[in-house]
């Protein structure tokens, strides 16, 4: 019977040790990670090739992703001249960072994988050449710098969206899955 | 000619019914027929005298007959090249017999009844796949092995992961016992399947219903218990080698497992070990491959034991390793990409054949340690305790790398959970007196979950619950009477960080419930039982549930949790019919399942704009709903040597709030099929051709304007399979062949998450071998 007992106590101690063991990791919730990044913006620059002066951008932000509310579409609009040429460069920033952090370098590391589509609302007189190329064999667009090419006077919806094509990148824009998709009003005057 | 007679006489034995005179019939008795060697005696047939219950044991010599009455009875104990042999037996007394065959052409063999126990739970809804019905699912997922059973389905995300689905419900609503401990691993989301090896388990029984009392809250759905083996008793050293080979995916799977005994001073001390490779590359549909769908998994378990007087000791540790491909059609932006994926007839990228597997991936580690004992008293009562530790560690890999310049963060998952779970549970088991049995205990468990990842999912947690039970029988004539109660307390306090100024809080949240069980078990006749049961389950809202607040890629949804949900409770009535002759085998369940608060996905008028684009919101909320259906199942041994077999499949379920269908309900469905057994030709055994035919129908019972797409329509499937047993010396080789979707249809199904992108596997071939020495 002493035997039973003492086997009894060791179970018993066993598990108690083994209960209270539990470290209580969970209380230390994990901070933010400093470097990791979040796309919060798609900014817009564009340079009319006739004139730098004719500097325009737009931007469209969404601060928090994990969050219901409403974009800032305050700053989603631009205006171009009406029958004039814009250098145009896509930027992704994190602006949950102070200053902004531009994203856009490493979109452009992964440039294989990455292109830039653009839809054009039908009544804006606008076309949009990609004049930028990544490494793959053969050679296919990407589109973070684009040339546009404004018509005479109109405006309308210009769709803005990044596929991420990983391995399946051929120049279509329906492969792969989509990173970013935002909607810009453009004025041409 | 002896061999044929023999073969017949397995063959009545299998079909004949349960028939009980005496009063209580509700133990079952398990035990092994070996030679003088002890090397396992395949095919010998053990039945009882007075019932004319039996069965044949299988490729281990093992053999389980349930359903039998208490009393005395005669076991008799038949192989070829053995001399039958009787001995008798004392049901509800017996631990453990061993029966020598006496002397026969020129060997001594001997039956080792392992000892009986009472089933759990019996005026219950249950349903069992063992033998030769799992034997065919080898290879399979947990999720997809058990759809071969009435009332049970599966959802899936994608051909490598499925959950399984009792009576239209899933997930955190249906329990996993794995030999006696609840699995707890990240139930969160339809593509967190359970972290099992089924090759663990040699019989899987479900509890169809609401069975809190038993075991526990969350038990909504009903219960999966998985049950090994039982550990030798006999010295000698035994084993099993499965190896199978699939043609979809070029699957290959390689379980063994090994145990033995020992005598003299270790007498008493078992032990076994147990292993699982399995690799699988891109499966494929009829028209196309499902690139990045491949899976590589990795299990093992070791299992020791020691019998000292009246002390059984075991622990057992085991550990589960998998990483598995996401398909990579199935990830969407926005809502736009999974419209653009749906319309499009294949997938938009070129489709091949490869085992590598690219992001988007996730890898899943769980592991079990388990200590438990029991004690016999000499009044034939039983303590039972169980100690239980387990891990889960859960990582997903986005199909992208993480946006950083930090080359340490580019490793990183973009989730993962960790997951720790103590259980304890201690249970007393009391002798039969007058009619009267039962059992009452504790569990308690505990959990911690440790969220780490750069795209928030769910907080940090910790719970603790903690149960007391107390369930009674009473058996009188051929009547036996079940009642049982229980009270649940759960403490969950969760973790989080300020996001602006990160300061630290947290929430505590108290549920507590008493939960029921009552029903009764007729025996009518030799033929006809018939049982009723009321049951209560409970569950308390998952974390996920609670605070879920962010876009779930395959689905192209925004999920929004409400951290002031209620539990769900419900009561489910179920009623069975069962019917056995000597040609006919059939069951048929009725059930009624009302659930109270049930908490569901609904889609909000708003959709939610990220920079990614549009997704349709959808937020947890409860109602009140119910769930019937009927489950239906039969063999018919129509002419000599053929049966004929049906399972049928009907779940309705209805939100009682918003007076409309209940969504991912699954459609109906019909098995058909018809087996044909040949006679035995010189060392083959038990050879078999069976054709089966599986309809289902299109799901047509949905809440308007919960989903981006109609279901799929319905689709009708033909299997074939061809089987034999090789006597090889005293070992034994079984050899199965199956083709799966003969036809190479192509199909989609509506519990398939990846419905929207993809079909349904094409046509697959199967060979699985087991050996057995």
New interface residues.
Partial sequence: MNK?RI?LLT?IM??VI??SA?N????A?????P????????KLVATNVADSTDMVSCA?T?L?????S??DTSLAHMKLRANAVYNVKVMVL?ETKTPPLD?TP?IQD?ENYHLVCFTIAPGLNLSVQRTDHDTNTPQHEVGLADKFAAGSPSSGNLEVVLH?Q???KNG?C?????????NFTIYIK | MARFINAMVLLAVLITSPMCNAQVCIYELQGKVTDKHQRPVVGAIVRLLSTSLGAATDTNGNFTITNICRGKDTLVCEAIEYKKTRVVINIADTESIQIVLASGENELGEVVVKGERLQDLHTATQTELSGKALEQTRGATLGQALKELPGLNSVQTGPTLSKPVIHGLYSNRVLIINDGVRQEGQQWGSEHAPEIDPFIANKITVVKGAESVRYGSDAIGGVVLLSPDDLPTQKGITGDVYLIGASNGRMGALSTSLQGAFDKALEGLSWRIQGTLKDAGNFSTPHYYLNNTGLREGDFSANVGYKWKG?DFNVYYSQYNTEVGIF?GA????L??LL?KFE?PRP???SFFSYDI??SYQTVYHDLFK?S?NYKFHNGGKLD?T?G?QKDLRKEYD????????P??LK?PQLSF?L?T?T?DLIYTQPNKNGFTGSFGFTGT?S?????G???LI????DYNGGIFAIERYSVNKLTFEAGIRYDYRWLQV???N?VN?V?Y?TTYEYSNITGTAGALYHFNDHLTMNLNTGTAWRAPSINELYI??VH?SDAS?E?GDSALKSERSINTSFSVNYTSDKLRSSIDLYYNNIWNYIYEMPLAQP???????FP?FAFTQDNVNIKGVDVSAQYAFLPNFTYQLKATVVRGYNETIHNHLIYMPADRLDNGIEYHLPNIGKVSEPYVSIDNISVARQTRVPPHTDYVPPPAGYSLWNANVGCLLHIKHNSLNIQFAVDNITNVAYRDYLNHFRYYADELGINYILRLKYSF
Avoid: M
């Fill in positions: 039973t086997v179970t066993t598990l083994f209960w539990c209580k990791q969970e209380k919730v994990a901070p933010p990670v470097g990791n990044e979040f796309i919060t913006t798609l469209w969404k928090n992703p994990n969050d219901t409403a974009p994190d994203i490493e992964r991420h990983p391995n399946v279509d329906n492969r792969g899955s989509i990173d970013i998709d935002v | 002390f990579e990830e969407s932006g926005s736009k990409d653009i499009s938009l990228t070129r690219q992001r200590a004992s305790i100690f530790r199909s992208d790398l993480p946006l950083t310049t930090d340490n963060i990183e960790q720790i103590q304890l505990t911690g979950n440790v969220f780490k750069i795209r928030y907080p940090n947690f910790r973790y989080q960080r996001p990160l630290l947290n607040n962010g890629f925004y929004i939610v704009t990220t920079i990614s684009g549009v919101a």
